[in-house]
Every structure is written in C-alpha cells, then in structure tokens.
C-alpha cells in the first residue's frame, strides 16, 4: 500500500469516521470502537469524538431497545425463544442487581441487545434507566475507545514502518471479531440441533 493511498484511506476515516461509530455501535460495536481507537493514535480521528460518537450510537440504540421492550417486549420474546431464555436470566439478576445491570451490561457478550429490552418489559423506571445507561455508555466508549488507542501504541512500538501499523492492527483485529463470531454461530448451531434431538 503506497503513501498516497494511505493518505486517502485517512482522508476517508477523518471524513466519515465518526457517523460509522454511530451506525454500528447503534446496533453493537465493542471491535468498531477499538479500531476507531487505533485511529486515534494514528491522528486520523479525535479521541473525545470517537468516545463521543461511540457513546451517541450505544445510549440511543439502547434506548430504542428499552422502548420496544417496554412497549412490545412480550411479542419479541414469544418469536425469538433463545431471547426469553436470556431474558429470564436477566430478570433474575434485575430484582437482585438492577443498577448494576444497567451500568454494565454492554460489557456482557451475547447480552447487549437482548438487557434493554428485558429491563424495558421488567417496568425499571424510564428515567433511571435513562440516568444509568448514558453514564454506563460513557464507561463503555471511553474503556473501548481508550483500548484501541493502546493497542495500536503497543503495536507501534513492534512495527518498524509506522505507516503500516495502524492498518495491521485494524486487520487483525477484524481477522480476530470475524474468527469470535463463527465460533459463537457453529457453538448455536450445535446447541440448537442438541435441543431438536
């Protein structure tokens, strides 16, 4: 990859950097912010705006599923019987733990989306809700955020061309998310043809 094509994929990244964290992290996004850190340290994207717009995309994405919980949470759950066991887990830990829970549960794999709903349908408080998840989205964009720019600092520091770096970083890391979610996939294929025998 030559210096100009470098400079272009920056440009890009300096460009529309931000409004993709907001996209993917509305859906989910732990790999997307850690790469937008890494970019960080290269100078192609703001520190404070990649935890910025991290933190836009979770709080809101979670705060649609909170609504559709609390409006539609028990038709979602009848389609989708591997949420309503989730959710019956979730419950549990509510009546126990609900301000914790909601603090930290985007750093729960395999529970992000499926939290906020529950919490929606449990009638947690919509207020408080909105209180401690944006507090909880900032814990999570800043610690993710601040991850990537580590990463890519300690990848630096082992890679004589600099200019190559943060883009090595960036495939391995996708090579890494992509490897955790077939593993994730053939692990409930398997359980689900376990429960059909």
């Known amino acids: 990859m030559d210096a100009q094509t470098l400079e272009y994929l920056n440009h890009l990244i300096s460009q529309y950097g931000y409004l993709i964290l907001i996209s993917f992290t509305f859906l989910e996004g732990e790999t997307i912010v850690i790469i937008a850190g890494a970019f960080v340290h290269s100078g192609a994207l703001n520190f404070y705006l990649v935890v910025a717009s991290s933190l836009i995309g979770a709080f809101l994405g979670d705060q649609l599923y ?12 009848a389609k989708k019987p591997s949420f309503e066991t989730k959710a019956n887990k979730i419950m549990d830990v509510i009546s126990k733990h609900e ?24 009638k947690v408080n919509y207020w408080k809700f909105f209180i401690l998840n944006f507090i909880g989205a900032v814990i999570w964009a800043y610690t993710f955020t601040y991850l990537g720019y580590i990463v890519a600092k300690s990848v630096k520091i082992l890679i004589i061309d ?10 391995i890391i996708i090579i890494i998310a992509i490897i955790l979610f077939i593993l994730y996939r053939s692990n409930k294929k398997i359980k689900n043809r376990n429960k059909k025998l």
């Open 66 to 77: 909170f609504y559709l919980g609390r409006k539609y949470g028990k038709k979602i759950l």
């Open 99 to 122: 301000n914790l829970l909601i603090l930290s549960f985007r750093f729960l794999y395999g529970f992000r989306t499926i939290t906020p709903i529950a919490l929606g349908l449990s």
């Open 162 to 171: 600099v200019k190559y770096y943060q883009y090595i970083a960036t495939v």
